[in-house]
């Protein structure tokens, strides 16, 4: 086993995995990209981001049944036996191997406040000929807001022999689109944001045509998505626009993640990708320290009692720096401090009084050259992970001062930094930090509502400002992120058949309220389907450039940029 080229999350799973076996499969279900077989004698299989030379022929893998995505491109998707990731890793052509992970799901009066309608009425642009991609939960493809404009959906989580861009799922057209459904009811909701056709609820480009992926989620599935959206639109001859309301915080939150990787390289002319901030902005998921040359400094992060199975810590900082990382209990026991391993495996296993705990502290990330390590938490069999205030210990042994930044990743998103280590800052993170995507930030434009009881619903949201939910920047390299802002909060879009919703949510059978930067997205994505309407050969930089040009943050001076706003709510009227 080759393990510097497995990224330090994967190498603690795997190791995991060789030590326990299947039962460490349920623990790492996210961190190892699980993909189970529907026959048990079939082998369990991950599915993996794998780096090598731009035009590198791995066809050659398929004997030790790895399967890869693509033929070409400097990071590709893969998906093998979880065993040959040892045989994987010795071949010389391969440099990294990164796990895929599950990432999270995140107009009446929201487009009249950005001028949405003078927009449309003064240059008559309505989407068509425009491709909008929805990657989500799915969509309702029964639902009459759409109908006549759903021209594929590739369903990834039915059996079938996949597309170009993956084996696995079916592809729907015509009168096979029924077969998938939306259950979750998320993608149909942000669908309708983006394209719906409603006299009362219309989305922004009505007459755009959609081509959905129902996603598992998996950035590594989310990445073949992009690339066959992009592929059938170019085969259309149509330009066309990709929607994430999606993202995750098992990044370096700079771009240089394996999906922010192929937004960059499948983006361009006619090829742009709108994704969603986040909705992290009340909680306090990260975690910020200077350590002072040769100090030790601690981070302290809240678990809670008797709910967590497993967290993990994930931290990033300046090749420049060496830091030595120990963790102490809520009861006071600690590892020892670990440095970093550059020879063998950079993975070690600790056992406390009152959990285990392993620490993976690797040479640099290639894809940065800044230094990652993982913390791993797990309860004593069978206890889940002690609750109380744990504390992450980094000792500085480089000459300089050294600013470390950590997330809490657990399997409830209920682990928060506190005290002084909280930085409510640098929040988004794949693949909204992509540097060529538009990353959308939610404001708010309505806080209450009727629902189809007939009951007025209030949010406890401020009135036209930005929605204190939406995740801040900028990325941790000073990047700008995130881009603009857009409607997001208790925004009425259509209503998935086949999804279960509280009534006090519902407008009416066929429309719901929700709230997120998963709604602000589309909202961008719509206008931006206008926009390759009237200029099919718009490139991600235009794009930006022209909203950028039309937002602002009220009461600030055009231009001003914010962590919170990017450069401000739009206003589509001069566009």
């Not at 890869?68 to 045989?87: C, H, K, W």
Request: hydrophobic share 35%; with cysteine.
């Amino acid at each position: 086993m080759r393990h510097e080229k497995l990224s330090p999350g994967l190498l603690l799973a795997f190791r995991d995995y060789k030590n326990e076996g299947d039962q460490a499969l349920v623990t790492h279900k996210r961190s190892l990209g699980i993909i189970a077989h529907k026959s048990p004698v079939k082998p369990t299989k991950s599915v993996v981001f794998i780096y090598c030379d731009h035009d590198a022929d791995l066809s050659y893998l398929s004997q030790y049944n790895i399967e890869v995505n693509q033929n070409s491109g400097s990071v590709r998707t893969a998906f093998l036996p979880i065993e040959n990731l040892d045989v994987l890793s010795e071949e010389d052509v391969i440099r990294r191997i990164k796990p895929s992970r599950k990432l999270h799901l995140r107009m009446d009066t929201a487009m009249g406040t950005v001028k949405i309608p003078e927009f449309q009425n003064k240059t008559g642009l309505t989407g068509k000929g425009v491709i909008i991609g929805i990657i989500d939960s799915g969509i309702d493809p029964k639902h009459p807001a759409f109908a006549g404009r759903i021209l594929h959906i590739w369903d990834q989580t039915l059996p079938g022999p996949g597309v170009t861009e993956g084996g696995y799922g079916a592809e729907l057209t015509g009168a096979q689109l029924t077969i998938s459904q939306d259950t979750g009811g998320h993608g149909t909701h942000v669908a309708g944001i983006a394209a719906g056709a409603d006299a009362s609820y219309g989305g922004v480009a009505p007459e755009a045509e959609l081509v959905v992926v129902k996603s598992d989620l998996q950035d590594a599935h989310v990445a073949d998505a992009v690339r066959y959206i992009f592929r059938v639109a170019r085969e259309l001859g149509r330009p066309a626009v990709v929607n994430l309301s999606l993202g995750g915080h098992a990044d370096a939150h700079d771009g240089s993640d394996s999906l922010s990787k192929v937004i960059n390289a499948e983006t361009g002319p006619g090829r742009i990708v709108c994704c969603a901030a986040g909705n992290e902005g009340n909680y306090n998921i990260h975690g910020q320290a200077t350590i002072p040359s040769g100090r030790i400094r601690g981070m302290r992060f809240n678990v809670p009692l008797n709910q967590i199975s497993i967290v993990w810590l994930n931290g990033w900082y300046s090749k420049d720096s060496e830091l030595e990382v120990s963790l102490q209990s809520p009861n006071g026991f600690v590892t020892p401090f670990q440095k970093i391993i550059t020879q063998g495996n950079a993975a070690q296993d600790y056992q406390l009084p009152d959990a285990r705990v392993q620490l993976a502290t690797p040479a640099p990330d290639q894809a940065n050259g800044d230094h990652n390590f993982f913390v791993q938490i797990r309860g004593i069999d069978p206890s889940p992970v002690m609750g109380g205030i744990w504390q992450l210990r980094v000792r500085n042994t480089s000459s300089t001062d050294t600013c470390l930044n950590v997330w809490t990743l657990d399997d409830t998103s209920s682990v928060f930094f506190t005290g002084k280590s909280v930085k409510d800052a640098v929040k988004i993170g794949s693949p909204g930090a992509a540097s060529s995507a538009i990353t959308v930030a939610a404001y708010t434009t309505r806080t209450k509502y009727t629902d189809i009881d007939n009951k007025e619903q209030e949010m406890g949201l401020e009135l036209h400002t930005i929605s204190e939910f939406s995740s801040e920047g900028p990325l941790r390299n000073n990047g700008q992120k995130p881009d603009v802002a857009a409607p997001g909060a208790m925004i009425i879009s259509t209503l998935s058949a086949d999804a279960s919703f509280d009534r006090s949510s519902m407008i009416n059978s066929k429309f719901v309220v929700r709230a997120g930067t998963s709604m602000a997205t589309p909202f961008v994505s719509g206008l931006v389907a206008l926009l390759l309407q009237r200029d099919p050969n718009l490139d991600p930089a235009a794009v930006k450039d022209l909203l950028r040009k039309n937002s602002a943050i009220p009461g600030k001076p055009p231009g001003t940029f914010d962590e919170k706003w990017g450069y401000g709510v739009i206003n589509a009227a001069n566009l």
